[in-house]
């Protein structure tokens, strides 16, 4: 099958791209391999910041629905609970349970997100122990509580937001732990979970998952200022699952079987593959973009979506409007990092540019 642009990722990068893609004029394929568009957005309860374009005071799940219907009224082809399982230079081969088809799209973009951080303590793989990208699932999407007291592991905006979601849910938060000296996430966030009267532990971490089958209590410790455990300060806690919130690392893989040039950005997740301010890698008609060019925010996906977008477009029919978009698109991306927590973003965007003196 002949296709125009692929998109493969149905989260807020994929879902932008496919729709802008389309919106000047392409044909458009989306890959993803659950059952509904819609990705991470599909779990946020929570409302966005920035702009109102960008859908400033709307839940992430209220913004997938609006992001699917945009995709239906476009008529983009889905393939959902599929997964591209290669790129190959006569084809991308995608494969469901019913069959493996080859489409020959004519620009990729690759928008699979990010996998979560795995944390090293002594039984942590104690059924009990989960990611919070998992806890999120099972709670916002399924309806189903993974305990009844919760140790949450790390005070970002993911860590900070699933611990309110969890209280909201019925789940009592014994405590939420940060390895550094400050919270890491955004001031609102923390502010909500403290008024419920969560402690948040700084220097601090989990040591240890007791139980037998399942986690029936944690080990914490505290943290001296070389990021070592401090000998007696052991405590031990009286919960039934752990929620690790320590981080996320871009989904590179399937851009380096393709045969993108891969590097380490710590600012933006660790490996990653490496692209142009437009978005496109070292391979040509290849682009990445949300989080697996760089772990950030949801807006941020969606601008990048856009501008990946927009450029393939143009770059298989030239378009002015399309120009445009690309160049508007990145200047409103600037200005949404221009904040305190948008600085390590530019730091690893300037050391991923400056890795093949672009």
Same mark, same amino acid.
């Given at each position: 099958?002949?296709?125009?642009?692929?998109?493969?990722?149905?989260?807020?990068?994929?879902?932008?791209?496919?729709?802008?893609?389309? #919106?000047?004029?392409?044909?458009? $394929?989306?890959?993803?391999?659950?059952?509904?568009?819609?990705?991470?957005?599909?779990?946020?309860?929570?409302?966005f910041f920035g702009s109102e374009s960008n859908y400033c005071g709307i839940r992430g799940i209220d913004i997938a629905e609006i992001l699917e219907d945009r995709v239906n009224k476009l008529g983009i082809t889905k393939y959902l609970e599929s997964t591209v399982i290669g790129i190959y230079? +006569? /084809?991308?081969?995608? &494969?469901?349970? !019913?069959? %493996? @088809?080859?489409?020959?799209?004519?620009?990729?973009?690759?928008?699979?997100?990010?996998? !979560?951080?795995?944390?090293?303590?002594?039984?942590?793989?104690?059924?009990?122990?989960?990611?919070?990208?998992?806890?999120?699932?099972?709670?916002?999407?399924?309806?189903?509580?993974?305990?009844?007291?919760?140790?949450?592991?790390?005070?970002?905006? $993911?860590?900070?937001?699933?611990?309110?979601?969890?209280?909201?849910?019925?789940?009592?938060?014994?405590?939420?732990? #940060?390895?550094?000296?400050?919270? /890491?996430?955004? #001031?609102?966030? &923390?502010?909500?979970?403290?008024? %419920?009267?969560?402690? $948040?532990?700084? @220097?601090?971490?989990? *040591?240890?998952?007791?139980?037998?089958?399942?986690?029936?209590?944690?080990?914490?410790?505290?943290? +001296?200022?070389?990021?070592?455990?401090?000998?007696?300060?052991?405590?031990? =806690?009286?919960? +039934?699952?752990?929620?690790?919130?320590?981080? =996320?690392?871009?989904?590179?893989?399937?851009? &380096?079987?393709?045969? &993108?040039?891969?590097?380490?950005?710590?600012?933006l997740g660790g490996w990653l593959p490496w692209h142009k301010p437009n978005l496109e890698t070292s391979v040509s008609g290849l682009y990445v973009a949300g989080d697996a060019a760089g772990v950030e925010e949801a807006v941020s996906a969606l601008l990048e979506g856009k501008i990946a977008?927009?450029?393939?477009?143009?770059? $298989? *029919?030239?378009?002015?409007?399309?120009?445009?978009?690309? #160049?508007?698109?990145?200047?409103?991306?600037?200005?949404?990092?221009?904040?305190?927590?948008?600085?390590?973003?530019?730091?690893?965007? @300037?050391?991923?540019?400056?890795?093949?003196?672009?």
């Amino acid at each position: 099958m002949e296709i125009d642009v692929l998109v493969i990722g149905g989260g807020p990068a994929g879902l932008s791209a496919a729709i802008t893609a389309a #919106e000047l004029d392409h044909s458009v $394929i989306i890959v993803d391999e659950n059952p509904r568009l819609g990705g991470q957005l599909i779990k946020q309860t929570h409302k966005f910041f920035g702009s109102e374009s960008n859908y400033c005071g709307i839940r992430g799940i209220d913004i997938a629905e609006i992001l699917e219907d945009r995709v239906n009224k476009l008529g983009i082809t889905k393939y959902l609970e599929s997964t591209v399982i290669g790129i190959y230079e +006569d /084809g991308v081969a995608i &494969a469901s349970e !019913e069959d %493996l @088809r080859v489409v020959h799209p004519k620009k990729i973009i690759i928008a699979t997100g990010a996998r !979560e951080n795995m944390l090293s303590f002594v039984n942590n793989d104690l059924p009990g122990v989960y990611g919070a990208g998992a806890v999120q699932t099972l709670v916002n999407v399924y309806g189903v509580l993974p305990g009844k007291r919760a140790l949450m592991v790390g005070a970002g905006n $993911i860590g900070l937001i699933v611990s309110y979601q969890l209280m909201q849910a019925g789940v009592e938060v014994v405590a939420i732990l #940060e390895a550094m000296d400050h919270i /890491g996430g955004y #001031e609102v966030h &923390a502010a909500k979970v403290k008024r %419920l009267g969560i402690p $948040i532990l700084l @220097r601090h971490t989990i *040591k240890a998952a007791i139980g037998n089958n399942k986690v029936e209590a944690a080990v914490i410790t505290k943290l +001296d200022a070389h990021w070592e455990p401090i000998s007696g300060s052991e405590k031990e =806690l009286n919960v +039934d699952f752990v929620c690790l919130a320590v981080g =996320l690392a871009p989904s590179y893989e399937l851009a &380096a079987q393709a045969g &993108a040039k891969i590097v380490y950005i710590p600012e933006l997740g660790g490996w990653l593959p490496w692209h142009k301010p437009n978005l496109e890698t070292s391979v040509s008609g290849l682009y990445v973009a949300g989080d697996a060019a760089g772990v950030e925010e949801a807006v941020s996906a969606l601008l990048e979506g856009k501008i990946a977008a927009a450029d393939a477009a143009n770059s $298989i *029919k030239e378009n002015k409007y399309a120009q445009k978009l690309v #160049e508007t698109t990145q200047k409103e991306l600037q200005e949404f990092r221009a904040g305190k927590f948008g600085k390590k973003i530019v730091e690893g965007k @300037r050391k991923l540019y400056a890795s093949l003196h672009i």
